[in-house]
């Protein structure tokens, strides 16, 4: 993104000695995500904001590290870092990617994303339904998107995602999305998935996907999570209504 004198937000992605960076504007965060309004609020926010366009200290973002899970994004082919501007506010981002953060700033101020292909399915990816197709370089993954707006509560964001997640589930990697850890730990997710799942059973129930997880279940696998085991028992509820 360019950065304006209106752009008075830098985010900072630490990358080895050095660190990319990123650039909004606290108005137009404060007024889309409570997140950012209650951080822009803040006290400490409020004493920064009084020096505004000078050196300040960083506000932490907390976030579950990207690397933990599925389908995170690949900072490898980001530009070289650069050196951020002196902004009213400073954000350092230490634990979500720089990919995932450009593309959810780039939908808050365009109204435009582009989704890659999850890494259980073989199809291509195609634009978001009703948005101007996004340069390939703003393409993320929909699972670390749809981490991020949960944090930041981007609820159209949320539902965004979470249809292009859907979409990609076919017979071949429903259980693989089903069993993932984002799903795990997201609700609207896992019930989304449930249901498909529930609703395609005839033919997921011969997927190499379902064979493999049963043979892990009946053989006490160590590598079968407590959260799988409790997924496979609302599927039977699922199943039994």
């Not at 050095?18 to 650039?23: G, I, V």
């Not at 291509?124 to 944090?151: E, I, N, Q």
């Not at 395609?200 to 085991?229: F, I, P, Q, Y």
């Amino acid at each position: 993104m360019s950065s304006p004198a209106y752009l008075n937000v830098t985010f900072t992605f630490p990358d080895g000695n050095a660190f990319l960076t990123l650039h909004s504007n606290s108005d137009l965060l404060s007024a889309a995500s409570p997140y950012f309004k209650s951080l822009f609020a803040s006290d400490f926010s409020e004493k920064i904001s009084q020096v505004p366009l000078t050196p300040i200290e960083t506000l932490p973002i907390t976030r579950t590290r990207e690397r933990a899970f599925q389908d995170s994004d690949d900072e490898a082919e980001q530009s070289a870092p650069s050196t951020p501007p002196t902004a009213a506010y400073r954000v350092e981002v230490s634990e979500t990617s720089f990919k995932t953060y450009q593309a959810v700033l780039h939908w808050l101020h365009t109204g435009q994303i582009h989704f890659a292909p999850l890494t259980s399915s073989r199809y291509p990816t195609t634009p978001s339904a009703g948005r101007a197709f996004t340069p390939a370089a703003l393409t993320a993954s929909p699972k670390s998107v749809y981490r991020l707006a949960d944090f930041l509560v981007l609820p159209c964001l949320v539902s965004l995602t979470l249809d292009s997640i859907v979409r990609q589930v076919k017979v071949s990697n429903a259980i693989e999305e089903l069993t993932s850890d984002v799903s795990a730990l997201y609700e609207p997710l896992q019930a989304a998935l449930l249901k498909y799942v529930a609703k395609n059973w005839r033919e997921v129930k011969s997927s190499e996907g379902w064979k493999s997880l049963r043979e892990k279940v009946l053989a006490k696998d160590d590598d079968v999570s407590e959260s799988t085991l409790w997924i496979c028992l609302q599927l039977l509820d699922l199943l039994s209504e």
